[in-house]
């Protein structure tokens, strides 16, 4: 049975790529039966008996998948974030990069609008990126982009770009796609959004990378996020959990906490640290059942 990546859906169809070559087929009656939606991005096997005519059979193991963009086995997700207009934001940042670490998608985080900029902003935004760089996160800014070095880093991954509205996500896949010509600085009115929430999604293949074509999640809830989970969402907190003298540390009141330790010498940055104290107070209000125990 052939094998082969869904790169596109569309009215029922998907398109599959097998070897180079696409093929358009349907689902299985029965995924329909049991509510399985194929993704682009799924790995499938297919019947096939002409290039329009064939059926997805079966749906192999996902590694994870996003509600928006409907895609599955992400591997590195861009969260766009722009200098000013929208204001640059390490709390968006941070928000982002959880939800990421949770689903297991490499971040990569890419500052817009660097050159609208005054001097001290540019300071302030290059200590930021040298802080997230610190924790093992690559940081691109705008006035210094350059495409080739971008796509390297990217090479053989599926990605997609996330972010607020109006910080340049289109313009940025734009870019890669430029056939694609996305609309850009769209209001975000509701008849806008849903307008692109219709948008059926693609894999676009830019050198030997696969670029999902519509941008995802504007804004994300915790929703998915357990407070036992979060300190592992902040890998510096991880890296040093082992170390706290309770196993369940939740790096708040304890006593002998190495991460409030590294706190304390500057190793670990103060706004990391009161983002994961805000993140920890939301999912408390949020999910009081969840979390008794
Ligand atoms: N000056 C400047 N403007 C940008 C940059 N990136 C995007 N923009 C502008 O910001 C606005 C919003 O961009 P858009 O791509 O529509 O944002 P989206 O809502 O995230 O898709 C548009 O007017 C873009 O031209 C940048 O690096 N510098
Ligand atoms: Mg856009
Ligand atoms: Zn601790």
């Known amino acids: ?13 998907y398109y599959i790529e097998s070897e180079g070559i696409v093929y358009q087929t349907r689902g299985r009656g029965v995924f329909r039966k049991k509510k399985i939606t194929p993704l682009v991005g799924d790995y499938v096997e297919f019947d096939t008996t002409s290039l329009t005519d064939g059926t997805v059979t079966k749906i192999l193991p996902r590694k ?7 895609v599955a086995n992400v591997d590195c997700a861009v969260i766009v974030m722009s200098a000013i207009e929208p204001d640059f934001s390490t709390y968006l940042v941070d928000r982002f ?3 990421l670490e949770l689903k297991d998608i ?20 290059k200590a930021c990126a040298t802080a997230y760089e610190a924790l093992g996160y690559r940081v691109y800014l705008s006035h210094e982009f350059e495409q080739e070095a971008f796509l390297a880093d990217l090479s053989d991954e599926l990605v997609v770009f996330m972010g607020q509205s109006g910080v340049g996500k289109s313009t940025l896949i734009n870019h890669f796609i430029p056939e694609l010509s996305l609309e850009t600085a769209e209001i975000s009115s509701h008849l806008g959004r849903g307008r692109h929430t219709t948008r059926h999604v693609a894999l676009h293949k830019v050198k030997d990378v696969l670029i999902a074509d519509t941008p995802g999640f504007s804004t994300l809830d915790l929703i998915d996020i357990d407070k036992e989970n979060l ?12 170390l706290c003298k ?3 540390c939740s790096h708040q009141h304890e006593p002998k906490c190495a991460v409030k330790d590294a706190l304390e010498n500057g190793e670990i940055a103060q706004f990391r640290y009161d983002h994961y104290t805000s993140f920890l107070e939301e999912i408390e209000q949020t999910k009081p059942k969840y979390n008794k125990k």
Not at 1 to 13: E, N, R, T, W, Y
Not at 64 to 70: A, E, G, I, M, S
Not at 113 to 123: G, I, N, R, T, Y
């Open 1 to 13: 049975m052939p094998k082969g990546q869904i790169v596109k859906a569309l009215s029922g169809f």
């Open 64 to 70: 994870n998948d996003l509600v928006r963009p409907p």
């Open 97 to 99: 990069l959880i939800y």
């Open 106 to 125: 490499r971040p990569i985080i890419y500052i817009s609008k660097m050159d609208l900029v005054d001097e001290q902003q540019m300071a302030d935004i």
């Open 231 to 242: 300190p592992y969402l902040f890998p510096e907190f991880a890296n040093r959990a082992h």
């Open 246 to 248: 309770f196993r369940e």
